[in-house]
């Protein structure tokens, strides 16, 4: 099992190279599950939740609230556990 592993934020459609993060859904030292969304993110065309690919605890959240990321980015740091 990794270390840790990362909330990154996904190609959003051809067109789209950055989103804004509207709001978290968890806070740093929460538990989470695969597929629970933990952030919404908002581009020019449309609102997005993203989601954790595996089980864990969210160790850091990098990008705040309002800020702009680029696809590909890392947006949180998760613990992986054996939830």
Same mark, same amino acid.
């Given at each position: 099992?990794?270390?840790?592993?990362?909330?990154?934020?996904?190609?959003?459609?051809?067109?789209?190279?950055?989103?804004? /993060?509207?709001?978290?859904? &968890?806070? @740093? %030292?929460? !538990? #989470?599950? $695969?597929?629970?969304?933990?952030?919404?993110?908002?581009?020019?065309?449309?609102?997005?939740?993203?989601?954790?690919?595996?089980?864990?605890? /969210?160790?850091?959240?990098? &990008?705040? @609230? %309002?800020? !702009? #990321?680029? $696809?590909?980015?890392?947006?949180?740091?998760?613990?992986?556990?054996?939830?």
């Amino acid at each position: 099992m990794k270390e840790q592993e990362y909330v990154i934020l996904p190609e959003l459609g051809e067109e789209i190279k950055s989103a804004t /993060v509207a709001c978290w859904h &968890v806070a @740093e %030292g929460a !538990e #989470v599950h $695969v597929d629970d969304d933990v952030v919404e993110v908002v581009t020019d065309k449309a609102t997005f939740n993203i989601s954790v690919e595996c089980p864990g605890v /969210v160790k850091e959240i990098l &990008v705040q @609230e %309002g800020q !702009e #990321v680029q $696809v590909g980015s890392s947006l949180a740091v998760i613990l992986p556990s054996d939830i």
